[in-house]
């Protein structure tokens, strides 16, 4: 058989839908059909339809990042959600062992993959080219601040033992920044530009501290794709990245989103706005926040390795460019 490695994209997926049946065989509804909605280096998702219910199958690689233990922590919040809260989210499924997640193999791919399964969430994702909006916006902060109000709460009356967005966790799997092996081409500039956000990061977050009012359960992935609308409503969706964190970070990966979209910033200061409304942010935690979107920035450069080199330059130029008008 093929070494994994040596496959074209569209092998590698035929693979992975084999992967996709045999999970579903752990569940107690019978599908009709299994719909390949999106694959990244992250994960791959399908939609399952049934004759009643439509589902999301979530495929992540089984690794240090992906557990049983960190979904377990994810669906226990949306449960927890969608009992104290107003906000629509995922409904996680169970298999019929009462797991939230199982570990699956197939002895065409090389590792293992981390199944879970979520009930579909109606509504669009509406992209832009011009950035999401201000009403749009105005309720993503809305929603976001409940999020963190719920988490300060559920954070207060829970052990949760789940991944940290922290300066270790942000950065400690992301070693290939500046390693001899990425394939990269940083300047000079931006490698310097690198060791200062991080450097900075590290002395800010330890100065925050982590008490509840500044840390706590984040989304950690609310850009464009991942808020949907349904009858002029936002929802969230894809909870998948969703861990321990600055609640700074959270409103950080939103404004990130929206570096090149949003000139005026309007779009931004309407998030903003929304959000501290809803739940007030102290000056002296705010003023961090173009350091936080910094953050954000370099921590998702491991993501671009993957595109070919003129995209892949042109994307270090945008990311860069954007990260010295924050510092």
């Not at 999970?23 to 509804?29: G, N, P, R, T, V």
């Not at 109000?149 to 033992?161: A, E, G, I, R, V």
């Not at 989103?257 to 000139?263: A, F, V």
């Amino acid at each position: 058989m093929k070494n994994e490695q040596n496959l074209t994209p569209q092998a590698k997926l035929r693979r992975l839908r084999l992967l996709a049946y045999d999970a579903l065989k752990a569940y107690s509804f019978k599908y009709s059909k299994l719909e390949l909605l999106n694959h990244s280096c992250k994960q791959i998702t399908y939609k399952i339809h049934t004759q009643k219910t439509t589902y999301i199958l979530r495929l992540q690689q089984s690794n240090t990042y992906n557990t049983p233990s960190k979904i377990n922590m994810e669906f226990n919040w949306l449960n927890s959600l969608q009992k104290h809260t107003n906000l629509i989210v995922p409904t996680p499924i169970s298999t019929i062992h009462g797991k939230n997640s199982i570990k699956i193999s197939h002895e065409s791919i090389q590792d293992p993959y981390i199944c879970s399964v979520t009930k579909w969430v109606e509504g669009k994702v509406i992209l832009r080219k011009n950035g999401p909006g201000q009403k749009t916006l105005s309720q993503v902060g809305h929603n976001m601040a409940i999020l963190h109000q719920h988490s300060q709460t559920y954070m207060k009356n829970k052990f949760l033992k789940s991944h940290h967005l922290d300066y270790q966790g942000l950065f400690s799997r992301n070693t290939s920044f500046l390693s001899k092996s990425t394939s990269i081409p940083y300047t000079k500039h931006q490698i310097e530009l690198i060791k200062k956000v991080k450097s900075q990061c590290k002395t800010v977050m330890n100065r925050l501290g982590k008490s509840h009012d500044v840390f706590g359960l984040i989304h950690a992935d609310l850009l464009q794709l991942n808020y949907i609308i349904h009858k002029g409503h936002v929802r969230f969706i894809d909870f998948a990245d969703c861990g321990r964190g600055f609640y700074l970070y959270d409103l950080a990966v939103t404004c990130h989103g929206l570096w090149g979209l949003d000139e005026k910033n309007s779009q931004r200061d309407t998030f903003l706005g929304s959000y501290i409304n809803q739940h007030p942010i102290p000056d002296k935690q705010l003023k961090h926040l173009p350091l936080f979107t910094a953050i954000r920035a370099i921590s998702v450069l491991q993501f671009l390795e993957h595109l070919p080199t003129p995209i892949l330059k042109k994307q270090l130029a945008h990311q860069f460019h954007h990260i010295k008008k924050v510092l």
